[in-house]
């Protein structure tokens, strides 16, 4: 087997065979085949995209290119959620220690940011001490003494999707679906799950901008899904506004910890609630979704969720003293900009893009693999869309750390910000749930 005729019949838009891809995935992870020839076949996949047989087959061998976790013995029922992404998408944070004290198990591998402002994983780097690598022996020793782990994606767990998500990135194949599907479904199979809810974000500060495109992701990631033994659901949800209060990596930590302790927005907190009802209801936990959000919610009133949130702090690393002070210990921009209304009125827009563009340049996101962030840079909502405000009133305050801003960037800051003489209303975050037939 060449990989020329490979690359050659998926050109032709054939369906390539379980051999033909085992082939691939293979010379992935001995690096036996070609860069040039791997960034041709991707495109190939990208103009031609996959059967939903190839899709499965894909993501089964990209699983089994490393480790898979088997809880045989420790937990019947394991879950996790996934997220596009999006502005101030902080969720994971407190949805795994909220499911923990629910009674399940919850072993995410979560990532780190590609431009806006970081992933899950710069967020947890913002606490001094917390340890995102870990092995299988880590993620088993975390979820046995907290419920609940946060990882970063380790060089054992489906190692072929991260060599081949690194050369996606530089072949402008990232938005084809099939590999899409391939590359999250065998992480989250790899983690050993039973159940799995996809949060796919939707509109202009996402990575799907189209209703209709989102709906074809989640149908193949729930169906592939299923192939590989998973129950996927999905939940549309829009992103054009930030999500929350704060934006950034400590910031977005700062806000974790007023929900885990009972307060904080409630934008953020029905995101966790949703997304947890979900999976209790799948799991078997309680018979319906509503149910499971009023047990969601029952975690973070009782003060639950936030014990399982320090164990898993303290079993990946962090000092007790750190957990227990976590507010003094999270650095937070000394320089401040604040923008005030400059009329009486509504809140109309917050252009989360446009935001997070900004927060990025200031050091709070990354444009390429591997630069540095810093996690101070980031931004506090005063004044949500939909509330009214006084002229004179804080809005919006940037927070960094390089000295006086320029006059560009002050008025792009600006520009993110709309007030409406009229009132202004706020449609629910959630779209539609998307299940399997």
Known sequence: MLMPDIIANKRDGKELSENELAFVVDGVCDGSIRAEQLGAW???VYNNSMSMEERITLTKLMRDSGEVIDWQGLAPIIVDKHSTGGVGDKVSLAL???LAACSLKVPMIAGRGLAHTGGTIDKLESIPGYTTSGNEHDIRRTIGFAGCCIYSQSTNIAPADSILYAIRDVTATVPSI??????????????GLSCLVLDIKVGSAAFMQNLEDARVLAKSMIEVGEGVGIEVRALLTRMEKPIGTHIGNAHEVL?????LEGSGSWDTISLIAIQGGHLLQMAGLVDTVEAGQMKILSTFSDG????????????QGVSKEVINQMRDYLETGEEKFTLHSTMDGWVEDIDAMKLAKVLS??????????QEIDHSVGAVIHAKVGTQVSEGDMILTVEHQNG???EEIMTRIESCIA???SPVSVPDRLIEVIEYP
Do not use: F, N, Y
Not at 178 to 191: C, D, G, Q, V
Not at 255 to 259: C, K, M, P
């Open 42 to 44: 991707l495109m190939a």
């Open 96 to 98: 795994a220690p909220a």
């Open 178 to 191: 099939p590999l899409i599907t391939a590359s999250i479904i065998s992480k989250k199979s790899a983690e």
């Open 255 to 259: 806000e974790i910890l007023d929900i």
């Open 304 to 315: 639950s969720a936030k014990h399982h949130w320090d164990l898993m702090c303290e079993s």
């Open 361 to 370: 340049e200031l050091g709070a996101g990354r444009s390429e693999v591997g």
């Open 404 to 406: 006086e801003l320029s």
């Open 419 to 421: 007030v409406s003489t």
